[in-house]
């Protein structure tokens, strides 16, 4: 459903890469968490991955369409849920799904009944008619993941979506994670909280300074670094630390 194919992105020519020489393969029904400390390169890999930012090197095919060559379709096929949801604060939180909906040429009657489902599981149905500006930021995040939801994307893509959020906006979060999975859809998200990712992955990987140092489903990768009777911040501590380091 994803891969990128040794993808680097260089910010400046001189500088070090922020991501270097990425592989990856994300399988459609997956939930897959890429994790990582700050500033070890997801935001970036996200941003060239949905299009934002062009790759120094490398590809990214979603559905197994080049993003380089068919970015439109590509960006068709995935809702993004940015690590910040600055979005447009003069519009009203109908006004902005209405914009959604019109971008992804979702029909009416779609995208009402998508419209009350979201915005009713996660309390912001009574402020709709307000306008943006005047939401906090847990209520402009669930927004913003209504928004990526309402035409029903095949890849479901967030940037640290649990920041921000409230522990029952979390739940139910993670509960739409798993939901949209299930109908056959696939989920890539980053985030740093590893209980998040042990409870929620298929299969992570853990990028540190750019580049990919573990990959694999949890028990791999337990199995990897000491037999079975880890936890996923064992694997992540050792990981970070040089440790284990997958030969990839
Ligand atoms: N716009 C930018 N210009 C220059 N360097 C950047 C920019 N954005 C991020 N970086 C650098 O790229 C690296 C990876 O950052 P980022 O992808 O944001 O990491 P993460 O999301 O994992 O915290 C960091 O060293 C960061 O300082
Ligand atoms: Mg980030």
């Known amino acids: 459903m994803l891969e990128l194919k040794s993808v680097t992105k260089r910010y ?32 970036t890999t996200i941003k060239m991955i949905t299009g934002i930012l062009q790759p120094t090197q490398g590809e990214v095919f979603i559905d197994g369409i080049n993003m380089k060559h068919r970015p439109v379709e590509c960006k068709q096929l995935f809702g993004y849920v940015p690590d910040n949801p600055d979005i447009y604060e003069r519009l009203t939180g109908a006004e902005y799904l209405n914009f959604m909906a019109d971008v992804y040429n979702v029909p009416l009657s779609d995208r009402k009944e998508r419209i009350e489902k979201y915005t009713e599981e996660f309390g912001i149905q009574a402020a709709l008619n307000q306008q943006i500006k005047s939401y906090s930021h847990g209520m402009r995040q669930k927004l913003v993941i209504t928004g990526a939801l309402i035409h029903q ?82 694997v992540f501590m050792k990981t970070i630390k040089g440790e284990f380091n997958e030969e990839l």
């Open 153 to 234: 994307p095949k890849l479901w893509i967030l940037d640290e979506p649990m920041v921000g959020l409230d522990p029952m906006s979390a739940k139910l979060l993670k509960d739409e994670m798993r939901e949209h999975c299930k109908k056959g859809n696939t989920v890539f998200f980053s985030t740093h909280i590893l209980e998040v990712a042990e409870k929620l992955c298929d299969r992570v990987a853990i990028i540190k300074y750019g580049e990919i140092a573990a990959i694999g489903t949890l028990d791999e990768l337990k199995m990897k670094v000491s037999n079975g009777d880890s936890s996923l911040e064992e």
């Open 12 to 43: 400046d020519i001189s500088s070090v890469p922020a991501v270097l020489d990425v592989n990856l393969k994300v399988n459609k029904g997956e939930i897959f968490g890429f994790i990582g400390p700050n500033g070890a390169g997801k935001t």
